[in-house]
Protein backbone atom coordinates (compact mmCIF):
# COMPACT_ATOMS: atom_id res chain seq x y z
CA UNK A 1 0.00 0.00 0.00
CA UNK A 2 1.37 2.95 -1.02
CA UNK A 3 2.33 5.83 1.65
CA UNK A 4 -0.65 8.47 0.38
CA UNK A 5 -2.90 5.03 1.16
CA UNK A 6 -1.19 4.49 4.73
CA UNK A 7 -1.79 8.22 5.26
CA UNK A 8 -5.51 8.34 4.07
CA UNK A 9 -6.44 5.34 6.12
CA UNK A 10 -5.02 6.22 9.28
CA UNK A 11 -6.79 10.13 8.85
CA UNK A 12 -10.50 10.14 11.13
CA UNK A 13 -13.31 12.18 9.51
CA UNK A 14 -16.91 12.72 10.92
CA UNK A 15 -19.66 12.53 8.53
CA UNK A 16 -20.03 16.03 5.84
CA UNK A 17 -22.41 17.61 3.77
CA UNK A 18 -22.40 18.71 -0.02
CA UNK A 19 -21.20 22.19 1.39
CA UNK A 20 -18.33 20.52 3.18
CA UNK A 21 -16.74 19.42 -0.07
CA UNK A 22 -17.76 22.88 -1.88
CA UNK A 23 -16.03 24.46 0.88
CA UNK A 24 -12.99 22.24 0.73
CA UNK A 25 -12.26 22.84 -3.27
CA UNK A 26 -13.30 25.77 -4.02
CA UNK A 27 -14.56 28.09 -1.06
CA UNK A 28 -11.47 28.22 1.35
CA UNK A 29 -8.80 28.98 -1.61
CA UNK A 30 -10.84 29.76 -4.54
CA UNK A 31 -13.79 32.44 -4.35
CA UNK A 32 -14.34 33.09 -7.57
CA UNK A 33 -15.02 29.27 -7.95
CA UNK A 34 -13.22 29.02 -11.29
CA UNK A 35 -10.81 26.16 -10.16
CA UNK A 36 -11.27 22.57 -11.49
CA UNK A 37 -11.19 19.65 -9.52
CA UNK A 38 -8.79 16.49 -11.14
CA UNK A 39 -11.94 13.67 -11.34
CA UNK A 40 -8.65 11.64 -9.26
CA UNK A 41 -8.50 13.82 -6.20
CA UNK A 42 -13.00 14.33 -6.33
CA UNK A 43 -12.98 10.08 -6.42
CA UNK A 44 -10.63 9.63 -3.91
CA UNK A 45 -12.99 12.16 -1.31
CA UNK A 46 -15.50 10.06 -2.61
CA UNK A 47 -14.28 6.37 -2.12
CA UNK A 48 -11.61 6.06 0.39
CA UNK A 49 -13.04 8.37 3.20
CA UNK A 50 -15.16 8.22 6.16
CA UNK A 51 -16.85 11.07 4.88
CA UNK A 52 -18.44 9.54 2.25
CA UNK A 53 -20.41 7.07 4.72
CA UNK A 54 -23.14 10.11 5.66
CA UNK A 55 -23.47 10.95 2.17
CA UNK A 56 -26.62 9.08 -0.01
CA UNK A 57 -25.62 6.33 -2.17
CA UNK A 58 -27.69 7.60 -4.95
CA UNK A 59 -25.07 10.68 -4.97
CA UNK A 60 -21.85 9.08 -4.59
CA UNK A 61 -22.72 7.17 -7.61
CA UNK A 62 -23.87 10.59 -9.60
CA UNK A 63 -20.67 12.13 -8.19
CA UNK A 64 -18.38 9.15 -9.88
CA UNK A 65 -20.01 8.50 -12.80
CA UNK A 66 -19.75 12.16 -13.35
CA UNK A 67 -16.48 12.11 -12.70
CA UNK A 68 -15.46 8.74 -15.02
CA UNK A 69 -17.75 10.66 -17.90
CA UNK A 70 -15.89 14.22 -17.69
CA UNK A 71 -13.85 14.34 -20.92
CA UNK A 72 -11.27 15.95 -20.13
CA UNK A 73 -10.55 14.93 -16.55
CA UNK A 74 -11.77 17.56 -14.43
CA UNK A 75 -15.31 18.74 -12.12
CA UNK A 76 -16.05 22.03 -12.55
CA UNK A 77 -17.98 24.22 -9.92
CA UNK A 78 -21.31 24.39 -12.05
CA UNK A 79 -21.22 20.64 -12.55
CA UNK A 80 -20.60 20.05 -8.98
CA UNK A 81 -23.99 21.86 -8.13
CA UNK A 82 -25.98 21.08 -11.01
CA UNK A 83 -24.89 17.22 -9.89
CA UNK A 84 -26.46 18.34 -6.11
CA UNK A 85 -29.61 20.05 -7.22
CA UNK A 86 -29.88 16.81 -9.08
CA UNK A 87 -30.02 14.35 -6.62
CA UNK A 88 -32.88 12.38 -6.00
CA UNK A 89 -34.93 11.69 -2.41
CA UNK A 90 -34.69 8.08 -1.88
CA UNK A 91 -36.32 6.35 0.87
CA UNK A 92 -34.99 5.98 4.41
CA UNK A 93 -35.86 1.76 3.75
CA UNK A 94 -33.98 2.22 0.79
CA UNK A 95 -30.74 4.44 2.34
CA UNK A 96 -30.87 2.26 5.46
CA UNK A 97 -30.62 -1.15 3.18
CA UNK A 98 -27.21 0.67 1.43
CA UNK A 99 -25.62 1.65 4.50
CA UNK A 100 -26.54 -1.59 6.01
CA UNK A 101 -24.73 -3.36 3.15
CA UNK A 102 -21.57 -1.12 2.76
CA UNK A 103 -20.81 -1.48 6.35
CA UNK A 104 -19.43 -5.15 5.60
CA UNK A 105 -17.43 -3.83 2.96
CA UNK A 106 -14.04 -2.35 3.57
CA UNK A 107 -13.64 1.02 2.13
CA UNK A 108 -10.99 0.04 -0.16
CA UNK A 109 -13.41 -2.28 -1.73
CA UNK A 110 -16.57 0.32 -2.35
CA UNK A 111 -15.87 0.90 -6.12
CA UNK A 112 -18.16 2.14 -8.04
CA UNK A 113 -19.32 -0.52 -9.79
CA UNK A 114 -20.19 -2.51 -6.33
CA UNK A 115 -22.41 0.75 -5.19
CA UNK A 116 -23.63 1.15 -8.70
CA UNK A 117 -25.21 -2.30 -8.26
CA UNK A 118 -26.01 -2.05 -4.53
CA UNK A 119 -28.06 1.04 -5.27
CA UNK A 120 -30.29 -1.00 -8.19
CA UNK A 121 -30.40 -4.11 -5.89
CA UNK A 122 -34.16 -4.93 -6.52
CA UNK A 123 -33.88 -8.53 -5.12
CA UNK A 124 -34.08 -9.45 -8.48
CA UNK A 125 -32.06 -11.93 -8.42
CA UNK A 126 -32.23 -12.31 -4.86
CA UNK A 127 -29.22 -14.00 -2.69
CA UNK A 128 -29.85 -17.40 -3.90
CA UNK A 129 -27.27 -19.67 -1.86
CA UNK A 130 -28.66 -17.87 1.66
CA UNK A 131 -32.44 -18.13 0.74
CA UNK A 132 -32.50 -22.00 -0.96
CA UNK A 133 -30.60 -22.79 2.37
CA UNK A 134 -33.30 -21.80 4.35
CA UNK A 135 -36.28 -22.68 2.48
CA UNK A 136 -34.67 -26.08 1.91
CA UNK A 137 -34.08 -26.00 6.10
CA UNK A 138 -37.95 -24.76 6.70
CA UNK A 139 -39.61 -27.31 3.98
CA UNK A 140 -36.95 -30.50 5.78
CA UNK A 141 -38.27 -29.32 8.99
CA UNK A 142 -42.63 -29.22 8.16
CA UNK A 143 -41.71 -33.08 6.35
CA UNK A 144 -40.13 -34.44 9.52
CA UNK A 145 -42.80 -32.87 11.79
CA UNK A 146 -45.45 -34.73 9.85
CA UNK A 147 -43.73 -37.81 9.15
CA UNK A 148 -42.63 -38.15 13.17
CA UNK A 149 -46.14 -37.85 13.89
CA UNK A 150 -45.61 -36.14 17.43
CA UNK A 151 -45.63 -32.53 18.90
CA UNK A 152 -42.97 -30.52 18.03
CA UNK A 153 -42.06 -27.86 20.79
CA UNK A 154 -39.38 -25.74 21.42
CA UNK A 155 -36.40 -27.94 21.82
CA UNK A 156 -37.37 -31.54 19.86
CA UNK A 157 -37.79 -34.07 19.23
CA UNK A 158 -35.15 -34.70 16.02
CA UNK A 159 -35.81 -37.48 13.54
CA UNK A 160 -32.93 -39.38 14.54
CA UNK A 161 -33.66 -41.29 12.08
CA UNK A 162 -33.19 -39.13 8.89
CA UNK A 163 -30.54 -40.09 6.46
CA UNK A 164 -29.65 -36.58 6.82
CA UNK A 165 -29.01 -36.39 10.75
CA UNK A 166 -25.42 -37.00 11.59
CA UNK A 167 -25.72 -40.41 13.21
CA UNK A 168 -22.67 -41.08 15.13
CA UNK A 169 -23.90 -45.07 14.23
CA UNK A 170 -23.36 -44.40 10.87
CA UNK A 171 -20.53 -42.22 9.85
CA UNK A 172 -19.49 -43.97 7.09
CA UNK A 173 -22.55 -42.08 5.30
CA UNK A 174 -20.03 -39.64 4.35
CA UNK A 175 -22.64 -36.98 3.35
CA UNK A 176 -24.40 -36.68 6.78
CA UNK A 177 -20.96 -34.62 7.84
CA UNK A 178 -22.36 -31.80 5.55
CA UNK A 179 -26.44 -32.19 5.17
CA UNK A 180 -26.96 -32.61 8.85
CA UNK A 181 -27.63 -28.82 9.07
CA UNK A 182 -30.69 -29.37 7.56
CA UNK A 183 -32.24 -30.72 10.57
CA UNK A 184 -33.47 -29.20 13.29
CA UNK A 185 -34.52 -29.94 16.98
CA UNK A 186 -37.53 -27.90 17.53
CA UNK A 187 -39.04 -24.78 16.86
CA UNK A 188 -36.28 -22.57 18.66
CA UNK A 189 -33.42 -24.12 17.04
CA UNK A 190 -34.71 -22.95 13.33
CA UNK A 191 -35.82 -19.37 14.53
CA UNK A 192 -32.62 -18.98 15.96
CA UNK A 193 -30.77 -19.68 13.07
CA UNK A 194 -32.58 -18.33 10.24
CA UNK A 195 -32.84 -15.16 11.99
CA UNK A 196 -29.14 -14.80 11.89
CA UNK A 197 -28.98 -16.13 8.30
CA UNK A 198 -31.18 -13.58 7.65
CA UNK A 199 -29.49 -10.48 8.84
CA UNK A 200 -25.88 -11.31 8.21
CA UNK A 201 -25.91 -14.60 5.70
CA UNK A 202 -28.40 -12.55 3.24
CA UNK A 203 -26.27 -9.00 3.91
CA UNK A 204 -22.75 -10.84 3.03
CA UNK A 205 -24.01 -12.65 0.18
CA UNK A 206 -25.60 -9.41 -1.94
CA UNK A 207 -21.93 -7.85 -0.99
CA UNK A 208 -19.62 -10.79 -1.88
CA UNK A 209 -21.46 -12.84 -3.87
CA UNK A 210 -22.84 -16.48 -3.55
CA UNK A 211 -20.30 -18.78 -3.65
CA UNK A 212 -17.99 -16.93 -1.26
CA UNK A 213 -21.00 -17.24 1.52
CA UNK A 214 -21.45 -20.56 0.24
CA UNK A 215 -17.92 -21.76 0.35
CA UNK A 216 -17.96 -20.20 4.63
CA UNK A 217 -20.82 -21.78 5.04
CA UNK A 218 -20.72 -25.26 3.84
CA UNK A 219 -16.95 -25.35 5.33
CA UNK A 220 -18.61 -24.28 8.85
CA UNK A 221 -20.53 -26.86 8.57
CA UNK A 222 -18.22 -29.44 7.74
CA UNK A 223 -15.38 -28.31 10.48
CA UNK A 224 -18.43 -28.17 12.91
CA UNK A 225 -19.70 -32.01 11.81
CA UNK A 226 -15.39 -33.30 12.25
CA UNK A 227 -14.99 -31.47 15.64
CA UNK A 228 -18.31 -32.65 17.27
CA UNK A 229 -17.43 -36.13 16.32
CA UNK A 230 -14.04 -36.15 17.63
CA UNK A 231 -14.89 -34.74 21.24
CA UNK A 232 -18.49 -36.70 20.95
CA UNK A 233 -18.11 -39.78 19.56
CA UNK A 234 -21.37 -41.18 20.54
CA UNK A 235 -23.71 -37.91 20.44
CA UNK A 236 -26.21 -36.97 17.41
CA UNK A 237 -25.70 -33.86 15.43
CA UNK A 238 -28.37 -31.50 13.82
CA UNK A 239 -28.51 -28.07 12.76
CA UNK A 240 -26.89 -25.14 10.86
CA UNK A 241 -25.16 -23.78 13.86
CA UNK A 242 -21.73 -24.86 12.04
CA UNK A 243 -22.33 -22.78 8.84
CA UNK A 244 -24.29 -19.74 11.05
CA UNK A 245 -21.07 -19.48 13.43
CA UNK A 246 -18.93 -19.71 10.19
CA UNK A 247 -21.07 -16.90 8.27
CA UNK A 248 -20.83 -14.30 11.50
CA UNK A 249 -16.87 -15.25 12.59
CA UNK A 250 -16.01 -15.06 8.98
CA UNK A 251 -16.96 -11.61 9.30
CA UNK A 252 -15.27 -10.98 12.38
CA UNK A 253 -12.14 -11.75 10.52
CA UNK A 254 -12.95 -9.49 7.73
CA UNK A 255 -13.52 -7.06 10.34
CA UNK A 256 -9.95 -7.00 11.85
CA UNK A 257 -8.27 -7.35 9.00
CA UNK A 258 -10.26 -4.14 7.48
CA UNK A 259 -10.53 -2.34 10.85
CA UNK A 260 -9.23 1.64 9.88
CA UNK A 261 -11.51 1.06 6.65
CA UNK A 262 -14.98 -0.72 8.32
CA UNK A 263 -18.08 1.31 8.58
CA UNK A 264 -19.75 0.88 12.28
CA UNK A 265 -16.67 -1.19 13.50
CA UNK A 266 -16.90 -0.63 16.98
CA UNK A 267 -20.74 -1.61 16.92
CA UNK A 268 -20.49 -4.29 14.94
CA UNK A 269 -17.39 -5.65 17.22
CA UNK A 270 -19.39 -5.24 20.29
CA UNK A 271 -22.42 -7.17 18.84
CA UNK A 272 -20.16 -9.83 17.86
CA UNK A 273 -18.48 -10.17 21.21
CA UNK A 274 -21.67 -9.93 22.84
CA UNK A 275 -23.19 -12.75 20.65
CA UNK A 276 -19.71 -14.72 21.38
CA UNK A 277 -19.91 -14.31 25.07
CA UNK A 278 -23.29 -15.56 25.32
CA UNK A 279 -22.57 -18.55 23.58
CA UNK A 280 -19.59 -19.23 25.50
CA UNK A 281 -21.01 -18.88 28.69
CA UNK A 282 -23.91 -21.00 27.63
CA UNK A 283 -21.79 -23.88 26.48
CA UNK A 284 -19.73 -23.69 29.74
CA UNK A 285 -22.99 -23.57 32.48
CA UNK A 286 -24.77 -26.45 29.99
CA UNK A 287 -21.16 -28.55 30.15
CA UNK A 288 -20.24 -28.43 33.22
CA UNK A 289 -23.25 -26.73 35.58
CA UNK A 290 -26.47 -27.35 34.27
CA UNK A 291 -28.29 -29.88 36.28
CA UNK A 292 -29.90 -31.08 32.97
CA UNK A 293 -27.35 -30.83 30.27
CA UNK A 294 -28.67 -30.27 26.74
CA UNK A 295 -27.81 -32.07 23.70
CA UNK A 296 -26.18 -28.91 22.04
CA UNK A 297 -23.31 -29.29 20.06
CA UNK A 298 -21.23 -26.74 21.26
CA UNK A 299 -18.25 -28.16 19.16
CA UNK A 300 -19.61 -27.84 16.24
CA UNK A 301 -20.32 -24.02 17.17
CA UNK A 302 -16.70 -23.97 17.88
CA UNK A 303 -15.65 -25.72 14.84
CA UNK A 304 -17.89 -23.41 12.43
CA UNK A 305 -16.52 -20.11 14.27
CA UNK A 306 -12.89 -21.36 13.39
CA UNK A 307 -13.19 -22.31 9.88
CA UNK A 308 -15.38 -18.82 9.57
CA UNK A 309 -12.46 -17.50 10.73
CA UNK A 310 -10.15 -19.02 8.84
CA UNK A 311 -11.94 -19.29 5.04
CA UNK A 312 -13.42 -16.02 5.78
CA UNK A 313 -9.27 -14.44 5.93
CA UNK A 314 -8.72 -15.37 2.19
CA UNK A 315 -12.04 -15.84 0.79
CA UNK A 316 -13.32 -11.80 2.30
CA UNK A 317 -10.05 -10.83 1.94
CA UNK A 318 -8.97 -6.93 1.44
CA UNK A 319 -7.76 -6.00 -2.00
CA UNK A 320 -5.17 -3.37 -0.99
CA UNK A 321 -3.47 -6.43 1.22
CA UNK A 322 -0.12 -4.95 3.17
CA UNK A 323 2.81 -7.36 3.26
CA UNK A 324 1.24 -9.17 7.07
CA UNK A 325 -1.74 -9.43 5.73
CA UNK A 326 -0.84 -12.05 2.88
CA UNK A 327 0.85 -13.87 5.32
CA UNK A 328 -2.45 -13.91 7.10
CA UNK A 329 -3.90 -15.43 4.10
CA UNK A 330 -1.89 -18.45 3.67
CA UNK A 331 -1.22 -19.39 7.28
CA UNK A 332 -5.25 -19.31 7.20
CA UNK A 333 -5.37 -21.77 4.54
CA UNK A 334 -3.06 -23.93 5.47
CA UNK A 335 -3.79 -24.06 9.28
CA UNK A 336 -7.73 -24.68 7.65
CA UNK A 337 -6.52 -27.28 5.43
CA UNK A 338 -4.45 -29.51 8.10
CA UNK A 339 -7.29 -28.80 10.66
CA UNK A 340 -9.91 -30.18 8.05
CA UNK A 341 -6.94 -32.94 7.19
CA UNK A 342 -6.74 -34.22 10.31
CA UNK A 343 -10.41 -34.24 11.53
CA UNK A 344 -10.73 -36.51 8.38
CA UNK A 345 -8.00 -39.11 8.97
CA UNK A 346 -9.47 -39.16 12.83
CA UNK A 347 -12.49 -39.96 11.95
CA UNK A 348 -11.25 -42.71 9.45
CA UNK A 349 -8.62 -43.88 11.42
CA UNK A 350 -8.47 -43.00 14.90
CA UNK A 351 -5.85 -45.73 16.41
CA UNK A 352 -8.21 -45.92 19.86
CA UNK A 353 -9.82 -49.07 19.90
CA UNK A 354 -14.21 -48.09 20.69
CA UNK A 355 -13.67 -44.77 20.93
CA UNK A 356 -16.19 -44.30 17.84
CA UNK A 357 -19.51 -46.73 18.33
CA UNK A 358 -19.73 -49.77 16.12
CA UNK A 359 -21.62 -49.10 13.05
CA UNK A 360 -24.89 -49.54 11.76
CA UNK A 361 -25.78 -51.36 8.83
CA UNK A 362 -29.32 -51.63 9.55
CA UNK A 363 -32.14 -49.97 6.76
CA UNK A 364 -33.71 -46.50 7.53
CA UNK A 365 -37.03 -47.89 6.93
CA UNK A 366 -36.01 -50.08 10.03
CA UNK A 367 -34.81 -47.45 11.88
CA UNK A 368 -37.92 -45.24 11.24
CA UNK A 369 -39.98 -48.08 12.54
CA UNK A 370 -38.16 -48.24 15.96
CA UNK A 371 -38.16 -44.40 16.65
CA UNK A 372 -41.90 -44.45 16.32
CA UNK A 373 -42.46 -47.77 18.67
CA UNK A 374 -40.39 -46.00 20.74
CA UNK A 375 -42.57 -42.11 21.07
CA UNK A 376 -45.65 -45.33 21.49
Not at 65 to 76: F, T, V
Not at 171 to 186: F, T
Not at 359 to 376: C, G, N, P, W
Request: aromatic fraction near 12%; proline fraction near 5%.
Amino acid sequence: MSTRSEARSKRRYSAVNLTDIAEEFWDRNDPGKTRRIPTGAMRDRILFTEEADGMPNALVIQLLQKADANHDGYIEYEEFLSLKDSVVEYSKARNTFNRAALSVVPRSERTLQKRVYLQEYSCCPPPLFMIVAMIVEVVVFIYYMVDMGLPMGVSGPAPVYSPLIYNPYRRYEAWRYVSYCLIHSGYMHLINNLIVQTILGVILEMVHGWWRVGFIYLSGVLFGALAHSITSPKTYLAGASGGVFAVEYAHLGNLLLNWSEMEYRWVQLVIIVVLSSSDLGFAIYDTYFSPNPSNTGHMAHLGGAVAGILVGIYILRNLEQKRWEKYCWWVALVVFLILVGTGVVLNIALPVPEFFPYDDESTIVLARELFKLRQV
